[in-house]
């Protein structure tokens, strides 16, 4: 994932500090944290002069599949190539393309990223181990759904009554999922900790440090994950930490449900997601829009 914030330093203290990312290399508009897994970087900020979502960045398993990409985003009326496969020149390297979406989001796909070596994430120890997921706010939901399952293959696992679609390429139940708003934006990005223990001393971790959640701790109904949303000051988006996200096994048949929108905490222990936290999540139109990052 890729952000733009507007002030480096201020993030470098909210993302290493305070979420416990670990900053793996940096140059002098640049920084790339990592998570407690073999991935190169998971999050990478880029000083803007506004905030604003820089990349969505996926793994594909070949180069055949990166190609195959290209192949449906020359043919989509709505998507946009910014750059071909080609070697990777970001940190990692590796083989991939850019393209805009249907919303104008810059989408990178990439294999052969280089790995680095990480400690491992022990009983106790709160570290996010990777990013569970991404969701974004769109305003067209069917042509935003349809685009993901043309373009890159994702499924629907379920859904939210009409305004909110969870999709997955793998096992987990989403990696990406889309609400319908107003304006096209990122609404959150989730980090996956070790288990419940682990979610709960993350959780206390950042209150003990003076952030309180704008939402939960809580169990979320659909995709039965555990929730707990904070804000970065220094740029506003949305993060959360979370664990025990549902795995689906395709092998035995899955059929996309519809959740009420009341089943959002089925502990009973987070806040009311009230007006104020849904302004939060809603953010601002993002103007990372059809302007893909320079690097
Ligand atoms: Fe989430």
């Known amino acids: 994932m ?18 416990q990312l670990e900053v793996v290399d940096a140059d002098d508009d640049r920084l790339y944290l990592g998570a407690a897994c073999p991935e190169s970087h998971v999050l990478r900020l880029r000083a803007t002069d506004q905030p604003r979502v820089d990349l969505i960045s996926l793994a594909a398993d070949t180069q055949a599949d990166v190609d195959g990409v290209a192949e449906r985003v020359a043919r989509h009326p709505l998507a946009r190539m910014v750059a071909q496969p080609a070697t990777r020149q970001d940190l990692g390297g590796g083989y991939g393309l850019r393209f805009l979406d249907c919303d104008g989001r810059t989408v990178e796909v990439a294999t052969e990223v280089v790995g680095r070596a990480f400690e491992p994430v022990r009983a106790a120890d709160s570290r996010p181990k990777t990013i569970s997921h991404v969701v974004f706010n769109t305003p067209d939901l069917t042509a935003t759904r349809t685009f993901y399952e043309s373009v890159l293959g994702f499924k629907v696992s379920d859904w939210v009554e009409d305004f909110f679609c969870f999709m997955r390429t793998g096992k987990a139940h989403h990696i990406l999922a889309f609400t319908r708003s107003a304006h096209a934006s990122l609404n959150h990005v989730a980090f996956e900790v070790h288990g419940l223990d682990e979610f709960m001393r993350a959780t206390g971790g ?19 994950n555990t929730f707990s ?9 949305v993060m959360e930490y979370t664990t025990e996200l549902q795995l689906i096994d395709d092998e035995h048949g899955w059929v996309p449900k519809v959740y009420p929108a009341n089943d959002i ?22 103007p990372g829009l059809w302007a893909p990052p320079p690097v």
């Open 2 to 19: 890729g952000l733009g914030v507007a002030n480096l330093a201020d993030a470098r203290e909210f993302y290493e500090k305070h979420w």
């Open 206 to 224: 950042m209150m003990r440090r003076g952030f309180q959640p704008v939402w939960g701790p809580g169990r979320h109904g659909v995709g039965n």
């Open 229 to 237: 949303y904070f804000q970065d000051p220094s740029s506003g988006f």
């Open 265 to 286: 905490d089925r502990w009973g222990t987070a806040n009311e997601l009230d007006d104020a936290v849904r302004s939060l999540m809603r953010g601002r139109p993002d």
